[in-house]
T-cell receptor
Framework: GDSVTQMEGPVTLSEEAFLTINCTYTATGYPSLFWYVQYPGEGLQLLLKATKADDKGSNKGFEATYRKETTSFHLEKGSVQVSDSAVYFCALTKEAGTYKYIFGTGTRLKVLA | DVKVTQSSRYLVKRTGEKVFLECVQDMDHENMFWYRQDPGLGLRLIYFSYDVKMKEKGDIPEGYSVSREKKERFSLILESASTNQTSMYLC???????????????FGSGTRLTVV
């Protein structure tokens, strides 16, 4: 079946370090891909999305490129801040026939000052 | 600002109680969802609804039911609460017609339920 695999956390970085959180997926057809972020004590917020191969989603300095050849959607940021500390979820949904998302298990990011 | 509002942030209930979790959205979205979030397991879909009075089971519906009498409101019901239902419950909504890519959820802030 369809699935999303994220790197295990927690990821601990110093402020201004480069961030990569890996996400790979298994899915038939042409899924749309998403990154959600969950700050402490809150629900999930959509961070960015990409709906077709080679699309790049970007928001708040974060980027991810939909790579169909490697079935990946890695999240990157050039310079993290303490305020980026959160849990990040990669997710997919299929093009048609379902409303359901498949979420990864989440990766906790801690940024130290 | 668009919103999904969950009625309670924290709840403590006793084993065997009937528990109602309420969710309201103000975006006129067709689709609404209930997830539970547990450490190491990520988000798991309990039920979803794509129209008023319509509901579909998700991946873990056992022990739960739902109600959607109005478009903006989606309720999750724990028929007889048990300790293994202690969790964070997240409601979400989205627009999108059947067959059209879903462009993202709007989530509520969550209800942390403890069953003792």
């Amino acid at each position: 079946g369809d699935s999303v695999t994220q790197m295990e956390g927690p990821v601990t970085l110093s402020e201004e370090a480069f961030l990569t959180i890996n996400c790979t997926y298994t899915a038939t057809g042409y899924p749309s891909l998403f990154w959600y972020v969950q700050y402490p004590g809150e629900g999930l917020q959509l961070l960015l999305k990409a709906t077709k191969a080679d699309d790049k989603g970007s928001n708040k300095g974060f980027e991810a490129t939909y790579r169909k050849e490697t079935t990946s959607f890695h999240l990157e940021k050039g310079s993290v801040q303490v305020s980026d500390s959160a849990v990040y979820f990669c997710a997919l949904t299929k093009e048609a026939g379902t409303y359901k998302y498949i979420f990864g298990t989440g990766t906790r990011l801690k940024v130290l000052a | 600002d668009v919103k999904v509002t969950q009625s309670s942030r924290y709840l403590v209930k006793r084993t065997g109680e009937k528990v109602f979790l309420e969710c309201v959205q103000d975006m006129d979205h067709e689709n609404m969802f209930w997830y539970r979030q547990d450490p190491g397991l990520g988000l798991r879909l309990i039920y979803f609804s794509y129209d008023v009075k319509m509901k579909e089971k998700g991946d873990i519906p056992e022990g739960y039911s739902v109600s959607r009498e109005k478009k903006e409101r989606f309720s999750l019901i724990l028929e007889s609460a048990s300790t293994n239902q202690t969790s964070m419950y997240l409601c979400a909504s989205s627009s999108g017609d059947w067959g059209v890519p879903n462009y993202g959820y709007t989530f509520g802030s969550g209800t942390r339920l403890t069953v003792v």
